[in-house]
């Protein structure tokens, strides 16, 4: 036990040299007393807040004008943006207008064109009779002419026969 003991003193000793021996290597800085020069920086300090106040309250009314232009352009905005949303409506009520006319005159195009080839097909029908007729009643004549001759020709057979 007496060598725990010495172990213990000796562990004990050579802790109490190593710090003595850092505190010799690094000395602490030294303490300043000075009570006068604290009072007269203190109050220095002191006397320096209300200009600083004042820095504050100026820099808290340009951040609130500013502010403000902020909000006043931010209405602008909003007020435009609302102006552009409507026009916006009425685009689209003129364009859906626009669209409604636009079928509507493709009806009456499309009804014109129908009536159109209606037409045409009508003029040609008649045209088609017209010539037919012409060509019935040329026929007609043409064909009679042909009897009369061939009947002439064989009229003057007979009486040659005769």
Known sequence: ??????????????????????????P???AKANYINDIYNGLQSFSELPGEVNKLQESY?????ELQQTKDELGQTKDQLGQT?????????????????????????????DDRTAREKYYNR??????????LVLGYFLMIRLLRLGMRHRSRKSDRLG
């Open 85 to 113: 949303l409507q026009q916006m409506a009425d685009y689209q009520t003129q364009n859906a207008a626009l669209q409604e006319q636009n079928r509507k005159l493709s009806e009456v195009v499309n009804e014109l064109k």
């Open 126 to 135: 008649i045209k088609n009779t017209i010539f037919t007729g012409i060509a």
């Open 1 to 26: 036990m007496k060598q725990k003991v010495k172990r213990t003193y000796a562990k004990l000793l050579s802790s109490a040299l190593l710090l003595l021996g850092l505190s010799v290597i690094f």
């Open 61 to 65: 009314q340009q951040t609130a004008e």
């Open 28 to 30: 602490a800085p030294a």
